[in-house]
């Protein structure tokens, strides 16, 4: 099995890569996106035309702009830092000696300020482009260009090849950062790694539980019912051919699909959430929807039933996925979808939650909703919003959690409305298990 990687940057770093891609012919083979211009990633990455197993930019904003496009472990970055930092200098150096200041953008201070100690340079002084992320180039080129004339730097050093390219035509002093070839084969090893762990993902079993309960049809006649159970097995066997799987009906409104994680996860015409809820419109009825995963028929037939148990706790019914390594993903009707760990291997995070009296799925669900919120801190009105409970149940939650060291109240938010202020509790052990990434 060779690894299609799709390869994004400018003309000479995409040349770079390929030369030494040359080495691992064997597993890996390129499909090239050149842009003149960073801004050019998004509709490179959107519409790629080809099926690409694992992206690799040669940039870290091309690789920032083109991640949000693309799904999640599916995607590398060669970074351009520390040894690529040095080459650039060494450059400078040869080129016209070591000017006391020079500009440079992309890199934050504290990489750069490392590389200048590794290198005793300590009467250097480096104006570094205060902001960090995607910058326009115009204004890049702004930035070193000013400099440059007014005699505040002596050299220029960027890692965008159209900020090099032009500040070249404009008699510049300018170097430029480019990916060193240690750090391009150590990024292709990676690159094969991650390949064949997203091969072995994909071919994954996949098992589909769907039962539907009150549907329309339970207080007209049995005509009327047997019709509406055709048009659900006829929703239910497009969606079946969507993914190349198997139908098998498993009682009155009941059905079990069988197919594998990676005809799922790549079915963006057809998603199971698409179909959780034309289920729901069609039937008028209550969906409850479980997905497992696993390396075996059986491991993600029980992982199925998992998932399918955590939905019928839920009189509204709702999609959930549950996989190999404990992971589940919870999305029910009029709420934001949900990720956590159902269990953890971290005895001493276990042992803490037992003291206090709190589940690790529950415990799991907190550190999520803290993530979500995207503050660090999580209030009761929080919880019990996004985890459907009474606030009273929060405000136990939190409490036992802070008792017990889990947890510590780092300030106070005013309500929205008239009320006392709410506490805001950081949650500040982790269990092991608890994911990065959402399940998709």
């Not at 040095?86 to 006391?100: D, Y």
């Not at 999609?319 to 005895?347: C, M, N, W």
């Not at 947890?407 to 608890?434: D, H, M, N, Q, Y």
Request: glycine share 8%; proline share 4%; with cysteine.
């Amino acid at each position: 099995m060779k690894i299609a990687i799709g390869l994004v940057g400018p003309q000479d770093t995409i040349s770079l890569v390929q030369q030494v891609g040359r080495e691992r012919e064997d597993s890996l083979y390129f499909v090239p996106f050149l842009y003149n211009d960073v801004e050019e990633v998004p509709a490179l990455v959107k519409n790629p035309g080809e099926n690409i197993d694992l992206w690799l930019f040669t940039g870290r904003i091309a690789y920032e702009m083109g991640q949000s496009y693309l799904p999640e472990s599916t995607s590398l970055m060669i970074r351009s830092n520390g040894s690529a930092l040095m080459k650039a200098l060494f450059n400078v150096i040869r080129a016209s000696g070591m000017p006391e200041r020079f500009s440079i953008d992309t890199l934050t201070e504290e990489e750069v300020k490392e590389t200048l100690d590794e290198l005793h340079l300590d009467n250097c002084v480096p104006l570094i482009h205060p902001k960090r992320g995607y910058t326009p180039s115009s204004e890049l080129i702004d930035y070193h260009e000013a400099l440059f004339r007014s005699g505040e730097v002596g050299a220029c050093i960027t890692h965008r090849g159209h900020v090099y390219e032009a500040l070249l035509k404009r008699g510049v002093a300018v170097f430029r950062i480019v990916p060193t070839v240690m750090s391009i084969r150590e990024t292709l090893r990676l690159a094969v790694q991650l390949g064949e762990t997203n091969h072995f993902r994909q071919s994954q079993i996949a098992a589909l539980l769907v039962h539907v309960r009150n549907m329309s049809g339970d207080n007209t006649s049995s005509y009327e019912t047997f019709r509406l159970n055709l048009k659900l097995q006829e929703l239910l066997l497009e969606f079946t051919e969507h993914i190349s799987g198997a139908l098998i009906p498993t009682g009155r409104a009941a059905f079990s699909l069988f197919s594998t994680r990676g005809a799922i996860e790549q079915n963006t015409v057809f998603p199971p959430s698409l179909l959780f809820e034309k289920i729901r419109l069609l039937s008028g009825g209550t969906v409850h929807f479980g997905i497992g995963y696993g390396l075996t028929a059986y491991g993600a037939e029980q992982n199925a039933l998992l998932a399918l148990s955590r939905t019928e706790k839920r009189e509204e019914g709702g999609l959930v996925f549950a996989d190999e390594t404990g992971a589940i993903k919870e999305a029910f009707p009029q709420q934001e979808s949900l990720t956590f760990h159902y269990r953890s291997d971290d005895l001493k995070v276990v042992a803490m939650l037992k003291q206090a009296g709190v589940s690790t799925a529950t415990f799991n669900k907190i550190v999520s909703v803290q993530s979500r919120m995207g503050k660090h801190s999580v209030t009761a009105a929080d919880l019990a919003s996004w985890l459907d409970m009474t606030q009273r149940n929060a405000n136990r939650l939190l409490s036992e959690l802070e008792r017990n060291g889990m947890a510590r109240i780092v300030g106070e938010e005013a309500p929205s409305t008239k009320g006392r202020p709410r506490k805001l509790f950081r949650i500040e052990v982790v269990a092991k298990g608890e994911p990065a990434d959402p399940l998709t």
